[in-house]
Nanobody
Framework: QVQLMESGGGSVQPGGSLRLSCVGS????????MAWFRQAPGKGREAMAT????????YYADSVKGRFTISLDNTRLTHTLQMNNLKPEDAATYYC???????????????????????WGQGTQVIISS
């Protein structure tokens, strides 16, 4: 199983930027998906962005489109989440995750449900405060 560790969380003012990083260790032998989820107090864990290892096709939640960018370095099993124009509602604990792609009619796609991921980081907190 792959071990994941996030870094880069912190406190920022509304409109500011943060860059989260997730470093993985362990062997990977097939196509995979990497994702960033977030969980605010009292709410469920929600996928913000996913990326597929082979074609780097990305998914973004509507709430972060145009503001967040996910990227993946396959050689180092490292992916990042660049977060710009942060809003108070972006405050949460962010988790990176690794999982396997879904296959439908020969097309691969990355899951957006937490159940689709089997390796998780410990979480990093993002605070938005003026």
């Amino acid at each position: 199983q792959v071990q994941l560790m996030e870094s880069g969380g912190g406190s920022v003012q509304p409109g500011g930027s943060l860059r989260l990083s997730c470093v993985g260790s362990g062997a990977v032998y097939s196509q995979y998906c990497m994702a960033w989820f977030r969980q605010a107090p009292g709410k469920g864990r929600e996928a913000m962005a996913t990326i597929h290892s082979a074609d780097h096709i990305r998914y973004y939640a509507d709430s972060v489109k145009g503001r967040f960018t996910i990227s993946l370095d396959n050689t180092r099993l490292t992916h990042t989440l660049q977060m710009n124009n942060l809003k108070p509602e972006d405050a949460a604990t962010y988790y990176c995750a690794k999982g396997s792609p879904d296959i439908s009619d020969g097309v691969f796609s990355c899951p957006t449900a937490p159940s689709g991921y089997d390796s998780w980081g410990q979480g990093t907190q993002v605070i938005i405060s003026s």
